[in-house]
């Protein structure tokens, strides 16, 4: 689950950057790299979430985030995250994306890995859709066009008489709503609590949260043994290190540039479930991934800050 291009360019920049043209290109390369772990790690993900607890992996992740968040406490002399200020919105923050990661873990359960990223690329659309009531942002025609074209897409996906299971595609819904309300959150946040702060933040309420599901686990079901717990653990550690190559990406380069490119790890998830899973999606469910990609892409380039060359 990482899709955070839009969430890190937030968390990194509140203003547009000045960027020279070396930098951009390390930038580029950081973020397709991200997008890689990312997308690894969803598909590593939906393999261990056929053999053990969704909440086992949640566990694992958020155990190895918490540790690299500690560290970047330590390194910029931090550690007491709850005297930041915008507790509150903070908490919310960290609520969705807890949420987010409960939903999404779920459904991979029972949902094929392409359409479960689809669904879940439809957050930045639920974002501009929301932001003129949240943030007061103008949205222009042309952009409501393209949020209700993705929209058109995401039922094309999820279309009545397909074969996707009702459970499942609901949760990738309330993941991708939820995801959308991080976003929002994220851009009210922007320059107001340090960034290390708010990954610290996320990783503590997310290691809570999404273990809640313990208290309702069969006692029949299968945990995993040391050796496949430690592997999970490396999991989570790639996770981790996606979100940090996000930060370190946005640093070098603006959302002008990376938003758009987030899109590609839509188009590995497509790949990965044709080739790993053996599950490609059909053709109408494919015009619908590629609706929702388009108008992505779209409104990625239409709201980007305008970034400044440095002379």
Known sequence: MGHAGQTAGSVAQATAPVIDEASRRTGILIFLCALVAF???????????????????????????SAMALVLLWRHRTLRIWRAPHQGLLFCRSLMLATVATCFMTA????????????????????????????????TRVQWIAVVAGFGGMLL????????????????VVSAVCYAMFQVLTRRLAGLVPAPVQFAHMAAVCLVVTNLPWLFLAPGATMPGPGAFGIMLLGGVCSGAAQLLLLAAFRRA?????GPLNYIQLMLAVAISAVWFNRPPDAVALGGIAMILAAGVYLA??????ERAKT
């Open 157 to 172: 996906i999820v279309r009545p008489g397909g074969d996707l299971p009702l459970g499942g595609t609901l949760l990738m």
């Open 108 to 139: 991979l359960v029972t949902m094929p890995l392409a359409e479960a990223t689809a669904i879940y690329f439809t957050a930045p659309l639920l974002m501009v859709a929301l932001s003129p009531w949240l943030l007061g942002e103008r949205v």
């Open 301 to 306: 380039r239409a709201r980007r800050p305008v």
């Open 39 to 65: 997308a690894s790690y969803d598909a590593f993900a939906k393999e261990m979430v056929s053999r053990y607890p969704p909440a086992v992996m949640n566990l694992t992740r958020y155990l190895a985030i």
């Open 254 to 258: 603006g959302a002008a540039t990376l």
